[in-house]
């Protein structure tokens, strides 16, 4: 009988809710267009202006803030592009949809554990009155929580626009958009058990953003394109219960101390990524030097954990973490680095079972390596 394999890869993407599964499929049968004035149309508004309440509460920020877009992606896009500034400064370890976003985005250096230099952001920004800075809230493949509230007053303080990937933060960290000091932040559904192809911008009111896709004025001009009425339903249906579920953060946390000492006990030679630096309570990097991430994620595929390396790449294949190059970590870290990533349903029995599995993986690759 095939065993259910264990979900240890919840920066990935999580389960989708039942409850958002349910406002998702229910959303399917109001099939107006959210335009329309009459009452099909006004059916769908309501379900896509419910929703917007609940991201609007979830992310500390007014429902008019809020613009929905096709997820985390477009959302850095939208921010990036869609802010009329021509320099842009972001951390060099955001995540691909930030470092990409336009040509001649400039990395702003971090340090060994990838906290963002602020000196380095001071001495690049100089009169930053055509500049945009962004700064994620946490980091996807390590969990590190960046110095957020300072990168928006040093940006401020020059005349820039500052933007915040919080999509990892999201459910996990409480968002309070007003206090970060933010002027734009991202949130994404499928990382809070909403469905994919689903996110946010949240914009505060004296950012004049301009579209990058150009249509019918949705969201108040700044998102063109029919909502997606039903994705939309399941994200704000998440964003409820997200918002409510943060204070359980000590559950994901006591899961983490637990995985992490299993490690460092049972497993000679391994390293926990930015061990002693303020981390997201579900994110564990761990690197064994000499072992690629690739043949470790498919080890423990085999032995039944879902677990990734870095940034899970689209084609599938695995490279060295340029997360982890950013930081300085050399290659047999930065190519030997995987990610745990804890969600509510884990127990401390699976925390158990994969670090004896990684025990028993370690063993046999160190004795094939001898
Ligand atoms: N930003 C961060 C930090 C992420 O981890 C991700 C997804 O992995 C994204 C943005 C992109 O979000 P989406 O998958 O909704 O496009």
Known sequence: MAVTPCYLDHNATTPLRPESAEALSHALEAWGNPSSVHAFGRAARRIVEDSRRHVALLAGANPAMVVFTSGGTEANNLALRGCGRARILVSAVEHPSVLEAADDIEAIPVDGNGIVDLDALLAMLGDGRDTIVSVMLANNETGVIQRVAEAAELAHAAGALFHCDAVQGAGKLL????????????????????????????????????????????????????????????????????????????????????????????????????????????????????????????????????????????????????????????????????????????????????????????????????
């Open 175 to 370: 968002l309070d958009f007003r206090s970060l000091d933010a002027d734009m932040m991202t949130l994404s559904a499928h990382k809070i058990g909403g469905p994919k192809g689903a996110g946010a911008l949240i914009v505060a009111d004296h950012v004049h953003l301009s579209p990058i896709v150009r249509g019918g004025g949705q969201e108040r001009g700044r998102r063109n394109g029919t909502e997606n009425v039903p994705g939309i339903a399941g994200f704000g249906a998440a964003a409820k219960l997200a918002a409510a579920e943060v204070e359980t953060g000590e559950k994901l946390l006591a899961l983490r101390k637990c995985l992490e000492s299993g490690l460092l006990e049972h497993v000679p030679g391994v390293k926990i990524i930015a061990a002693d630096v303020p981390r997201l309570p579900n994110t564990s990097c761990v690197a064994l030097p000499g072992i690629s991430a690739e043949t470790q994620v498919m080890a423990l595929d085999l032995a039944g954990f879902a677990v990734s390396a870095g940034s899970a790449c689209s084609s599938g294949k695995v490279k060295a973490s340029k997360v982890l190059r950013a930081m300085g970590r050399p290659d047999d870290i930065a190519a030997c680095a995987i990610r745990i990533s804890l969600g509510h349903s884990n127990s401390e029995v699976e925390v158990d079972a994969f670090v004896t599995a990684y025990r028993n993986f370690a063993e046999r690759a160190g004795a094939s390596a001898a």
